[in-house]
């Protein structure tokens, strides 16, 4: 089965560099997270879109954007890198309207950000 | 807001031995879902379990199994037979059934003792 796909896996930018992580979702699903995670952390959910529209917003640092694109694909953009924002940074998509999201998310493998 | 508390930083567990991670979480929902992420040294997150709240059940899958005390808002992950596979870090984790996001716990370290 199709699974999440996060591009690319890893990372290294210099700091006051911009990233840009990209997450493809499970095909049908409509909606996708975004979760930080840094060394040794639990996921922190930064921002999530369902239906290309923002539909819930946690701690998303103001240099970073997302975006949902029509084929469902979201962009997240992190600017003016600093050395706190190396993280793994996870996707996970869901199925809003059949609640696929209260048998669990389907997360991608992760992207690993390293900011030197 | 809802949290999610996993008071145990790191357990360790004999190979073939029992273990349980304990999971307290904070709600004033009465209709929600639970699970239990593994999260090996790969860093994948992996679905281990998943508990209705509505169900009085207890879940199981294979060797995990859930102690879910809704009264008490306690939701424990019990692994029998422990390999040295299950070693990983594990996240407890909540939502609603609203389009609110997965919220988590701090995490336990678990390793397995040949």
């Given at each position: 089965?199709?699974?999440?796909?996060?591009?690319?896996?890893?990372?290294?930018?210099?700091?006051?560099?911009?990233?840009?992580?990209?997450?493809?979702?499970?095909?049908?699903?409509?909606?996708?997270y975004?979760?930080?995670?840094?060394?040794?952390?639990?996921?922190?959910f930064?921002?999530?879109?369902y239906?290309?529209?923002?539909?819930?917003?946690?701690?998303?640092p103001?240099?970073?954007?997302?975006?949902?694109?029509?084929?469902?694909?979201?962009?997240?953009?992190?600017?003016?890198?600093?050395?706190?924002?190396s993280?793994?940074?996870?996707?996970?998509?869901?199925?809003?309207?059949?609640r696929t999201?209260?048998?669990?998310?389907?997360?991608g493998?992760?992207?690993?950000?390293?900011?030197? | 807001?809802?949290t999610?508390?996993?008071?145990?930083?790191?357990?360790?567990?004999?190979?073939?031995?029992?273990?349980?991670?304990s999971?307290?979480?904070?709600?004033?929902?009465?209709?929600?879902?639970?699970?239990?992420?593994?999260?090996?040294?790969?860093?994948?997150?992996?679905?281990?379990?998943?508990?209705?709240?509505?169900?009085?059940?207890?879940?199981?899958?294979?060797?995990?199994?859930?102690?879910?005390?809704?009264?008490?808002?306690?939701?424990s992950?019990?692994?029998?037979?422990?390999?040295?596979g299950?070693?990983?870090?594990?996240?407890?984790?909540?939502?609603?059934?609203?389009?609110?996001?997965?919220?988590?716990?701090?995490?336990?370290?678990?390793?397995?003792?040949?």
């Open positions: 089965a199709a699974g999440v796909i996060q591009s690319p896996r890893h990372l290294i930018k210099e700091k006051r560099e911009t990233a840009t992580l990209k997450c493809y979702p499970i095909p049908r699903h409509d909606t996708v975004w979760y930080q995670q840094g060394p040794g952390q639990d996921p922190q930064l921002i999530s879109f239906e290309k529209m923002q539909s819930d917003k946690g701690s998303i103001d240099r970073f954007s997302a975006q949902q694109f029509s084929d469902y694909h979201s962009e997240l953009n992190m600017s003016s890198l600093e050395l706190g924002d993280a793994l940074y996870f996707c996970a998509s869901s199925d809003t309207g059949a999201a209260v048998y669990g998310y389907t997360f493998s992760g992207t690993r950000l390293t900011v030197v | 807001a809802q999610v508390t996993q008071s145990q930083p790191e357990m360790s567990v004999q190979e073939a031995e029992t273990v349980t991670l999971c307290t979480y904070d709600t004033s929902e009465s209709d929600y879902y639970l699970f239990w992420y593994k999260q090996p040294p790969s860093r994948q997150m992996i679905l281990v379990i998943r508990q209705e709240a509505y169900k009085q059940q207890n879940a199981t899958e294979n060797r995990f199994s859930v102690n879910f005390q809704k009264a008490a808002k306690s939701f992950l019990k692994i029998s037979d422990s390999q040295l299950d070693a990983a870090m594990y996240f407890c984790a909540y939502i609603t059934t609203g389009n609110t996001p997965l919220v988590f716990g701090k995490g336990t370290r678990l390793s397995v003792i040949a």
